[in-house]
């Protein structure tokens, strides 16, 4: 096969999420692609990022080390993209790889107007995907009614006061001192496990440019505790950074509001502490 190269590819480095170029070329990606187990991994990373620990799970047959070198080919080869979360790596399917596999060998015999419209669809594909995960010592169904009770939500997203239904196709959203803050659709509702809902912000012009976007709230029983994993996607690449730099503050505050009672000292608590006197009720 001859040498593509890397600069005709445009592999996409999700790391930062930006267009950056490979330095591989396809080689890897072929090579990454003829293993069965690791092609069992890429659609284990389908539907959402894993860390090292689940992947091992999943693939008993493997040591940790074995499915350690299965990833590493894999990020080589830029199919899969990885992020430090503490102790535990979070492992991203990067399908761009695989599309332009596809482009290259496929649609060239396609009639010429398609490689227009797949040079439009990998330009539309550019997206951001921003993954933020805690540990949080409670029950998934007092961690499910933290997050759609509307008094105790406000006290950990910046005094917003959230209201819903909260059924599958209906509308929530989000009110400051009665302004609109955010709102959106309920895509999926899972209780006490998956919470999917579209995203709109509205507090200012430049965020409201940005269009809608995703946000998915996964809740997974581990021990006496759970992991919270809040994955917001469908982000324009570049998008407003207002729109995602919250997140760190909001599940800070959750996690110290259900395990001690208290309010956490951060913007996103503070501020629902600015407009209330009232003192926070048990929420043990």
């Known amino acids: 096969m001859q040498n593509v190269p890397p600069e005709a590819l445009g592999f996409v480095n999700t790391r930062t999420k930006n267009a950056t170029r490979s330095a591989d070329g396809l080689d890897r990606v072929w090579k990454a692609l003829s293993d069965t187990t690791r092609r069992a991994i890429l659609d284990f990373l389908r539907d959402r990022p894993r860390t090292t620990s689940e992947v091992v799970e999943v693939f008993p047959h493997l040591t940790r080390f074995g499915v350690m070198k299965h990833l590493k080919v894999l990020e080589e080869a830029g199919l899969v993209v990885s992020k430090r979360r503490g102790r535990e790596k979070l492992h991203f399917l990067n399908p761009v790889p695989i599309?332009?596999?596809?482009?290259?060998?496929?649609?060239?015999?396609?009639?010429?107007?398609?490689?227009?419209?797949?040079?439009?669809?990998?330009?539309?594909?550019?997206?951001?995907?921003?993954?933020?995960?805690?540990?949080?010592?409670?029950?998934?169904?007092?961690?499910?009614?933290?997050?759609?009770?509307?008094?105790?939500?406000?006290?950990?997203?910046?005094?917003?006061?959230?209201?819903?239904?909260?059924?599958?196709?209906?509308?929530?959203?989000?009110?400051?001192?009665?302004?609109?803050?955010?709102?959106?659709?309920?895509?999926?509702?899972?209780?006490?496990?998956?919470?999917?809902?579209?995203?709109?912000?509205?507090?200012?012009?430049?965020?409201?440019?940005?269009?809608?976007?995703?946000?998915?709230?996964?809740?997974?029983?581990?021990?006496?505790?759970?992991?919270?994993t809040v994955t917001h996607d469908q982000l324009r690449e570049g998008a407003n950074d207002q729109l995602y730099g919250g997140w760190p503050m909001i599940l800070s505050g959750l996690k110290t509001l259900l395990e001690s009672g208290e309010m956490l000292t951060t913007p996103g608590s503070l501020r629902w502490v600015e407009g209330n006197n009232q003192h926070l009720p048990d929420v043990r």
């Open 99 to 228: 599309r332009l596999v596809h482009d290259r060998w496929v649609s060239k015999y396609a009639e010429p107007w398609a490689a227009g419209l797949s040079d439009l669809k990998r330009d539309m594909e550019k997206t951001m995907e921003k993954v933020f995960e805690i540990y949080i010592k409670t029950t998934p169904e007092r961690l499910w009614h933290a997050i759609t009770d509307t008094e105790m939500r406000s006290k950990y997203t910046f005094g917003a006061v959230v209201t819903s239904d909260w059924a599958k196709g209906s509308r929530y959203e989000g009110r400051g001192h009665g302004n609109l803050i955010f709102e959106g659709e309920n895509l999926e509702i899972d209780p006490p496990r998956r919470l999917v809902q579209s995203f709109r912000a509205a507090w200012g012009d430049d965020v409201k440019a940005e269009g809608t976007s995703r946000v998915t709230w996964e809740i997974v029983p581990v021990g006496d505790s759970c992991r919270l």
